[in-house]
């Protein structure tokens, strides 16, 4: 919905656009209400808010009741440091699905230094109050080398809030194709430890029918399809100037949805089209890779990184070595 936060996390890819500038390109209430509308006509389910943080737009209330009423299951991912209480009032008499937030520290010192914010209690605040309103509220942490000392401690202040701890040490390139948060990743080791100890999947993640996924599963023949991932299979995204694309880190192919004439379906299919028919073009290592089913490589994070959708990434590719030994690749 926007790019505006009233955080600036240094692992942000999305902080880079974090200004008045984006600011004045964003859609209008009633463009949103449009799109919402292209949305409810292309048989969309679920739905949901995210920036930046949505919270911030004045408008939120008006529009989250629209999506309410137009009927979708709804997410909303806030940093939550904006919740007033009217807010908290809207989502008690009209809960989401649920909320996500994502808290990565357990002093306002650590918080600070993350976000350039003195808002940790505020968004501890805004946890415990929705919590105590029964509205769902899931809790993220995004691991870093700046809060790798402090991972237990945030697990422990996770759990004591009633919630499971859910950490990641993904992190991408800014859209703008600065590597600054490329810098904060844990070393390889240390990040395929740390998923290891403390990863949280959802079942359907790791398991087949019947079988649950092993290691060998995920080892494939070299092909040259360059999108291997399920990217707009059942999803897509909207940009807060309306323009339609199917991953977050894919900002192209792209497709105006509020162009005349534009509707969900016809963007949808236009771009699976043409992002699942990308082929590798170069000999990039990647294209013969046995483990790239397994590896957290992709193209879209590639192009973030490294200005080409086919080079590899040496983080990701070090991380695979980690999990599948050096001597088989
Ligand atoms: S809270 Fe989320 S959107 Fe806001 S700066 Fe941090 S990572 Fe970015
Ligand atoms: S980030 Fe990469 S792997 Fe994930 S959906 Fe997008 S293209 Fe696929
Ligand atoms: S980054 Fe390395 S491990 Fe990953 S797909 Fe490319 S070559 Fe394979």
């Not at 806030?78 to 989401?96: A, G, N, R």
């Amino acid at each position: 919905m926007t790019y505006n936060c009233p955080l600036h996390c240094n692992h942000c890819y999305t902080d880079c656009y974090n200004s008045l500038e984006h600011k004045r390109r964003e859609l209008s209430t009633e463009h949103v209400k449009q799109a919402l509308d292209k949305c409810k006509q292309a048989k969309t389910v679920w739905l949901c808010f995210t920036g930046g943080d949505p919270l911030t737009r004045k408008d939120f209330p008006e529009i989250y009741l629209y999506a309410k009423k137009l009927g979708f299951i709804i997410n909303v991912f806030s940093s939550l440091t904006c919740m007033d209480k009217k807010m908290l009032e809207l989502f008690k008499k009209h809960p989401p699905f649920n909320i996500e937030t994502t808290l990565n520290a357990v002093t306002p010192r650590t918080y600070y230094k993350i976000t350039r914010a003195y808002l940790f209690e505020k968004q501890i605040d805004s946890i415990k109050k929705l919590i105590t309103n029964n509205i769902e509220v899931r809790i993220k942490t995004q691991v870093t080398k700046f809060n790798i000392g402090e991972i237990d401690k945030i697990k422990s202040l996770v759990e004591r809030l009633g919630r499971q701890f859910r950490p990641s040490t993904m992190l991408f390139a800014r859209l703008n194709h600065d590597t600054a948060p490329c810098n904060l990743r844990l070393e390889p080791k240390e990040a395929v430890r740390v998923n290891g100890k403390y990863g949280y999947y959802e079942e359907e993640e790791v398991r087949l029918p019947g079988k649950k996924l092993q290691l060998e599963d995920m080892i494939t023949e070299p092909f040259d399809k360059l999108f291997s991932c399920a990217v707009g299979g059942h999803s897509f995204w909207i940009s807060p100037e309306g323009k339609m694309f199917l991953c977050t880190c894919l900002r192209e192919p792209s497709y105006n949805l509020l162009e005349k004439g534009a509707t969900v379906q016809k963007g949808f299919d236009r771009l699976n089209k043409e992002v699942h028919s990308m082929k590798f073009k170069t000999n990039s290592i990647c294209r013969s890779c046995r483990y790239r089913m397994l590896c957290k490589w992709c193209p879209a994070r590639a192009l973030l990184e490294k200005d080409s959708l086919e080079e590899p990434i040496e983080h990701f590719c070090k991380m695979t070595d980690e999990v599948v030994g050096k001597n088989k690749r």
